[in-house]
């Protein structure tokens, strides 16, 4: 008997939140810390710099601290290219609104 790779296929419906939806298409693009936060550490976009010559970069930090004020520290950071900065400035733009509109229910 041969074996048949195949695809199946149905039809079904899901319940989701638009936080859900977000966090899933933010991890998808590879942007996930763009829109998600924990409590010890963050993403940053920063926006390129021509007359530096810099590009544009999504920078991971985390709170090194033990005690007291949060110490910040970059832990990663990779460069963007303008397309893939503008798609995480698009993703910040959403949750934002998301935000909002869970607020105003």
Avoid: W
């Avoid at 977000?22 to 963050?42: I, P, Q």
Wanted: proline content about 2%; charged content about 35%; aromatic content about 6%.
């Amino acid at each position: 008997m041969a074996k048949i790779n195949g695809t199946l296929t149905a039809r079904v419906e899901i319940e989701a939140t638009d936080k859900e939806l977000l966090e899933a298409l933010a991890k998808e693009l590879g942007f996930f810390g763009v829109v998600v936060s924990d409590h010890d550490s963050y993403s940053k976009l920063i926006a390129a710099d021509p007359e530096k010559k810099t590009a544009a970069k999504l920078v991971r930090l985390e709170d090194k601290s033990y005690h007291g004020s949060p110490s910040y520290q970059v832990v990663s950071e990779r460069e963007l290219s303008e397309a893939e900065y503008e798609c995480a400035k698009a993703l910040q733009t959403i949750k934002q609104y998301v935000k909002e509109k869970a607020r105003n229910r």
